[in-house]
């Protein structure tokens, strides 16, 4: 029964490829921020838990994605964990928007001060994990042979984590050296002296961009759709700014807790704040000075100038147009800049980027934009990259191209539950879930994060911690009870799937070929699928359904279930 903190399956710890089988309460898979809260807050309940984790180290996204210019866009204050006060004291962070090193200091960090290696296991990529009805117990396979037996999986694997190649003819022809932003080696690159290609202009790229077109010879841009993008104004932390969110840091983590975002825009500034008025309801001077303090203040708050951009399209328009008119301002060639204003699509509906210097960078003398509505590319070739108007040769490409992402990593894993169903299909026509946190037919298998949960509409560090405290409780209540299996019903899975769809569809995303509609995947059903509620109201509509004892699940123990056959 849940509860012991000894291996109840198996018995004995599976040592890397010895083929055995280790059995414990709870696997997690991934050690990124999901997967290390995950772990710290079952140690609590007592019960057994082990990390699978396919990189060498802890970090998730901050571990894999190294590219020159990665950082958050989440003012690092709030981009960290809350659930220690003393560790939100006792850590500094160096900028407002920290960079990827530090993220990672900051995840090994957390690693080390709760001791929570000891129960990770690196090097070992799960492949598969299959529900054993009988057992009531979940089997896990890893690529190096070994099998282990938990009576739950959860699925810390994270929404932006299998990096997307460009599915461009002839690319492993190319002889020259290759980069995904997604996948950067560790000891850095150094572009100093090459010719530089970049495929791709979404938040990578837009971060990466400035900083290569600093080393390369020369750089050219392939871009195929233009991006909005605020400058983040980043710069150092001052005593000024940290000292007062350190000596109020937990009403504010609180009061963060329920913004749609799960980001606390400081209420005392006025270019930060949500300005709770439609766009439509000001003068157009009005406006034009909201937008001008917001784009000066920089970051994402930039979406929150008025309280309709996301759902109004003549509002929408008019931030749209600013942010085109900032382009035209910035970037000195009136042809570029055209080709960098993005058009076809609301602001925000695709990720907002947040830049340092990204349309400045179109300035340099070296840095040249290939716009590929104009002329598409035809090829990688063994020398560079062919487009419609010829062939250019490069030293190096990077692919900045994105993720198949929210459900690209889970469906690479072979997970079956009841029946032998298999997620695969499940999902065939796009993710069904309840509250994000389930499937109906794999009982007992969570999600940190899974589709039809706000996740990547939001601080994510915020959203993880909400669904891992509430997965935390949902274990303590089966522990208490002597529950076993905990499963949605069919009919909850099902209505919370119209609800996530009725939001999104009252919403401009729907309007965007996005990652978020899985547009950027071939083949990908085109459903919006992060739950656009927005956090506050979602973790109401999480603790109510707990509530109401669990509401749209099934509880039961294994003695009823036994006694049912
Ligand atoms: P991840 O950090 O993705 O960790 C998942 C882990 O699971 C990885 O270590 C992976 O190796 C492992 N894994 C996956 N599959 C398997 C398998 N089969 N077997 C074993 N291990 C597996 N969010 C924000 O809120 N603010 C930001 O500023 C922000 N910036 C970002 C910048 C970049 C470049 C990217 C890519 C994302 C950013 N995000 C940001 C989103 C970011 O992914 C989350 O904030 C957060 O780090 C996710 O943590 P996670 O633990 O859920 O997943
Ligand atoms: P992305 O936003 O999906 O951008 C991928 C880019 O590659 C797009 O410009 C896309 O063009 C282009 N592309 C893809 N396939 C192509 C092809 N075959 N030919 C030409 N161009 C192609 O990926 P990302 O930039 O890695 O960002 C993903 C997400 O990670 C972000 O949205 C964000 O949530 C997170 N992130 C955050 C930060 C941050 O600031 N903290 C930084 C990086 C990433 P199309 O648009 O035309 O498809």
């Known amino acids: 029964m849940l509860g012991t903190s000894t291996p109840q399956v198996g018995q004995v710890q599976a040592g890397k490829g010895d083929g055995r089988t280790a059995g414990y309460d709870v696997i997690i898979v991934g ?9 710290h807050r079952l140690r609590e309940l007592g019960l057994s ?4 984790e396919a990189a060498t180290g802890v970090g998730g996204t901050w571990y894999w994605n190294r590219y020159p210019g990665a950082r958050c866009d989440v003012e690092s204050m709030q981009y960290s964990f809350s659930f220690s006060p003393a560790l939100q004291q006792e850590w500094s962070w160096s900028e407002r928007f920290a960079a990827q090193p530090e993220i990672l200091a900051y995840a090994n960090h957390v690693a080390d001060r709760f001791d929570l290696r000891r129960d990770i ?28 037996l938990a009576r739950f999986c959860v699925m810390a694997t994270g929404c932006l984590s299998t990096a997307k190649l460009p599915e461009i003819e002839g690319r492993d022809s190319y002889k020259g050296a290759t980069y995904h932003t997604g996948y950067w080696p560790h000891e850095g690159v150094d572009f100093t002296g090459l010719r530089v290609a970049v495929i791709g202009t979404g938040s990578s790229a837009i971060q990466a961009i400035p900083v290569m077109a600093e080393q390369a010879t020369h750089l050219t841009v392939f871009q195929r759709t233009p991006n909005y993008s605020i400058p983040s104004r980043n710069g150092p932390m001052t005593p000024d700014y940290e000292g007062p969110w350190k000596s109020s840091y937990e009403p504010r983590r609180a009061k963060a807790r329920t913004m749609r975002t799960g980001i606390l ?20 001077e009005e406006r034009r000075r909201v937008y001008e303090a917001r784009w000066e203040t920089g970051g994402t708050s930039f979406m929150a100038a008025f309280n309709d951009l996301i759902t109004n399209q003549a509002s929408n328009d008019t931030a749209s147009e600013f942010v085109r008119s900032k382009i035209r301002e910035i970037v000195k060639d009136p042809a570029t800049a055209e080709i960098l204003c993005p058009k076809d699509y609301p602001i925000g509906t695709k990720r907002i980027c947040v830049d340092t210097n990204y349309f400045e960078t179109y300035n340099r003398p070296n840095v040249e934009l290939i716009d590929l509505k104009a002329t598409p590319i035809e090829a990688i070739t063994p020398r560079g990259v062919r487009t419609t108007d010829g062939e250019r040769e490069f030293d190096a490409i990077v692919y900045a191209t994105g993720f198949d992402a929210m459900t690209g990593t889970l469906m690479k894993i072979d997970i079956r539950g009841r029946k032998g169903l298999a997620l695969r299909d499940k999902w065939a026509d796009g993710p069904q879930t309840y509250l994000g946190l389930m499937c109906a037919g794999l009982p007992n298998l969570f999600m940190i994060t899974g589709p039809g949960s706000p996740s990547v509409l939001s601080n994510m560090i915020v959203s993880i911690e909400q669904h891992v405290d509430w997965l935390i409780d949902a274990l303590a209540h089966m522990q208490k009870n002597g529950i076993t299996t905990i499963e949605p ?11 996530v769809n009725e939001a999104g569809h009252r919403t401009l995303y729907v309007k965007a070929a996005s990652w978020y509609m899985g547009a950027n995947v071939a083949g990908k059903p085109r459903v919006f699928m992060p739950y656009i509620g927005g956090v506050g109201v979602y973790r109401q509509e999480c603790d109510e359904v707990a509530a109401k004892g669990y509401e749209g699940f099934v509880l039961t123990s294994q003695a009823r279930a036994e006694a049912a056959e």
Do not use: C, P
């Not at 050690?31 to 772990?39: D, E, K, P, V």
């Not at 799960?126 to 690529?143: G, M, S």
């Not at 019903?489 to 609800?499: L, N, P, Q, Y």
């Open 121 to 148: 296991q690196f090097e070992t990529r799960v492949t598969a994990a299959h529900y054993d009805e009988k057992a009531n117990r979940w089997q896990i396979l890893t690529d190096g042979g070994e099998q282990f």
């Open 31 to 39: 050690a990124g921020f999901g997967g290390m809260y995950m772990l």
């Open 489 to 499: 019903t069919a009919d909850a899975e099902v209505s919370w799937g119209h609800h």
């Open 49 to 52: 838990a082990r990390i699978l």
């Open 265 to 284: 825009y400081d209420a005392s500034d006025a270019n930060f704040g949500i300005n709770d008025v439609s766009a439509m309801a000001v003068s157009e």
